[in-house]
């Protein structure tokens, strides 16, 4: 998780507009850190990341505001947006790629980041959205022929759900398919012990590992 002490002063009045839900204003920042020459990475991952992490801390299993989620989600995904719009252009031979946040976890903030990322660098995703069965999981990979699949948890009870899906893969044949899990939760696990080709740190992270694996980088 992101500590106060390691955000840039730069980042602070992002970071603070987005846990007001504040899209506006958390455009308008976002705009100002660009001119200003700071890398659309640095807004992701000391940003909007360590926001994510705060509004965690707060939305617990127990007791977390939905309403709050949604207005930050709005804001942050705005950001991405502006950050790395849809319009680009996309690169077929890249492939696909399936994200989604399973079954039991309603968090779908990193996901969404990692999907904007991953649209950014000219992937075509398939986003399965938040609370997504594994079954669902399975038949969208196989329908999409996608290359990976990249799941996002926050809350440690999803980890069960997570080992699963490797199973659930090869049971329909599709053992070649990578799968890279994320967040708050999953970070917390090498990837054995998730049975995933790969944990990642932050949505940069998990696309330069795709990146890795479509240049045979990796085994």
Not at 139 to 168: C, D, F, H, M
């Amino acid at each position: 998780m992101a500590g106060t002490s390691a955000v840039p002063d730069a980042l602070r009045a992002l970071i603070d507009a987005l846990l007001d839900g504040d899209h506006a204003a958390a455009l308008a920042e976002t705009r100002r850190l660009r001119q200003a020459g700071l890398p659309a990475e640095t807004i992701v991952t000391a940003g909007l990341e360590t926001a994510m992490s705060r509004l965690d801390d707060k939305c617990t299993v127990e007791s977390f505001n939905l309403l709050e989620i949604m207005l930050v989600g709005r804001a942050v995904s705005a950001v991405v947006r502006e950050l790395y719009p849809e319009g680009l252009p996309r690169d077929d031979r890249r492939g696909t790629l399936v994200v989604a946040t399973l079954e039991g976890d309603v968090h779908d903030l990193g996901k969404n980041i990692v999907k904007m990322v991953l649209i950014g660098k000219g992937y075509r995703v398939v986003d399965l959205g938040r609370d997504c069965p594994i079954d669902t999981l399975v038949a969208a990979t196989a329908r999409e022929g996608a290359r990976g699949v990249l799941i996002s948890g926050l809350i440690s009870t999803i980890v069960p759900q997570v080992r699963r899906v490797r199973t659930a893969l090869r049971a329909h044949g599709l053992d070649a398919v990578w799968v890279v899990a994320g967040g708050a939760a999953l970070k917390q696990f090498a990837a054995a012990e998730l049975d995933v080709d790969y944990v990642a740190e932050n949505a940069f992270d998990g696309a330069r590992y795709i990146e890795r694996r479509l240049e045979g980088k990796v085994p």
